[in-house]
């Protein structure tokens, strides 16, 4: 079947500008991640649905970064006024629920470029 | 909170030849581990987790991990690799408690394996 797919897979933009991010999980799953894979900093948790709410927030990091969900199913994570520590590579995941258990099946990301 | 400490950023070896991935994490809590295998321009992968009972786990690929809760470790092995396992290998932590934190990962920096013919 279908994995998690993202779009787009590379995004360059100019600094100051605003991208959407988008993931569309495995149908069937209800919990939905985003995580961001930088050099420096390896891989990050951003925020975390369950449904179309986001108990867990924690990891964005700046109140530039937003995301939401609808239908339980598409993601999308908003990104405005982009600064350069923002080029990284965003991955989103999901699973059948939000537990440990739960494998969380990650898509091939989106790689951010803000020149 | 908790850290996940991935002791090599690089790791090259020969084909056939066994291999070492070392990961080591500090926690406050009892946590549960994973290993995932990032293939380039792909997403990650899970190989093989532990959640509980034997401290010994086998996952896809020939690959397997021992859980040491003494030394706070989580090393994977395999024992001959092949060109095909290039690639970047995450160790990552979950916690296990109850409250509902227990979905958030966190992850080692990444060590590359680099497999050489």
């Known amino acids: 079947g279908a994995g998690v797919s993202q779009s787009p897979s590379n995004k360059v933009t100019e600094k100051g500008k605003d991208v959407e991010l988008r993931c569309d999980p495995i149908?069937?799953?209800?919990?939905l991640y985003w995580y961001r894979q930088s050099l420096g900093q390896g891989l990050e948790f951003l925020i975390y649905f369950q449904g179309n709410s986001a108990p867990d927030k924690s990891g964005l990091p700046s109140d530039r970064f937003s995301a939401e969900r609808t239908g339980g199913s598409v993601s999308t994570l908003t990104i405005q006024r982009t600064q350069q520590e923002d080029s990284a590579v965003y991955l989103c995941?999901?699973?059948?629920?939000?537990?440990?258990?739960?494998?969380?099946?990650f898509g091939p990301g989106t790689r951010l470029t803000v020149l | 909170a908790q850290s996940v400490t991935q002791l090599d950023s690089q790791v090259p070896v020969f084909e056939e030849a066994p291999v070492e991935l070392r990961c080591n994490y500090s926690s406050s809590v009892s946590v549960y581990l994973f290993w995932y295998v990032q293939y380039p321009n792909q997403g990650l992968q899970l190989l093989l987790k532990?959640?509980?009972?034997?401290?010994l786990v086998k996952g896809i690929n020939g690959f397997e991990a021992e859980f040491n809760k003494s030394q706070t470790s989580f090393h994977l092995r395999k024992p001959s690799v092949h060109i095909s396992d290039t690639a970047e290998y995450f160790c990552a932590v979950s916690d296990t408690g109850s409250g509902g934190s227990n979905y958030k990962l966190t992850f080692g920096k990444g060590t590359l394996l680099t497999v050489n013919p």
């Open positions: 995941a999901s699973s059948r629920l939000g537990t440990y258990y739960n494998e969380q099946f």
């Open positions: 532990y959640l509980s009972g034997s401290t």
């Open positions: 149908s069937g799953h209800t919990a």
